[in-house]
């Protein structure tokens, strides 16, 4: 028979401030189940959401004539493997000059890993808002801004164990070429008892 998950709501309601303040209890060995289901179901929204962009980003430019058309145009470009750790892969979306330029998805791997980055472009990197996934791994992701490349400025990224799907880190904060910068909130596991923090 499964254990059924126990919420006690206490409800204070004050006539005045017409406020309703509701307090939820559940028993230790639920709290971690709890998490859980709630961490798995925000990863799996932001999944969906990815996909959702991916199959419906549209623009409105014209279809690019050829790679080397100068003015800002739709459509796909295949980026070849020059080094064992540079970014080889497709990339779908906007140029302009025959960069890539404004939205698009990019498809890619960098040595043995793979990733899906979708979002947006400037001059051939990714600088602006965009979301990162790992297709081999697909719960664990980035999502926020980006400069030359780097996460950059606000960001939440989320690493799973790959095996056993359980949580390795979640920061929420300030980034500074792909390092946490400034204030921000670290998690580690389970171990949901998190604060403030600055790093530089």
């Known amino acids: 028979m499964k254990k059924l998950i126990l919420f006690l709501l206490l409800f204070s309601f004050s ?11 559940f028993k230790d060995e639920d709290l ?8 798995q179901y925000k990863q ?17 430019l014209p279809p ?3 790679n080397k058309t100068k003015k800002a145009c739709y459509g796909k ?5 020059e080094r064992f750790y540079s970014e080889y892969g497709e990339y779908r979306g906007e140029f302009k000059k025959g960069l890539r330029h404004g939205l698009g998805v990019f498809d890619y791997c960098v040595g043995d890993i793979c990733f899906t980055y ?22 664990s992701y980035y999502k926020g801004e980006f400069k030359n490349g780097f996460f950059h400025g606000y960001g939440i990224w989320e690493t799973y ?9 979640r ?4 980034f500074k070429k792909s390092e946490y910068w400034g204030d921000g909130i670290l998690t580690y596991g389970n171990r949901w008892e998190t604060l403030p923090k600055k790093y530089q």
């Open 15 to 25: 006539i005045e401030s017409q406020e309703i303040t509701v307090i939820e209890l």
């Open 32 to 39: 971690e189940k709890f998490q859980e289901e709630n961490t």
């Open 44 to 60: 799996e929204q932001e999944t969906n959401k990815s996909e959702q962009i991916k199959q419906n980003i549209k623009s409105l």
């Open 64 to 66: 690019c004539e050829s």
């Open 77 to 81: 470009k295949n980026i070849p493997r």
């Open 118 to 139: 979708v979002g947006e472009w400037k001059k051939d990197k990714r600088t602006g808002d965009g979301v990162l996934t790992y297709p081999d791994d697909s719960r």
């Open 161 to 169: 164990n790959k095996e056993t799907g359980q949580l390795n880190e």
């Open 171 to 174: 920061y929420e904060g300030n």
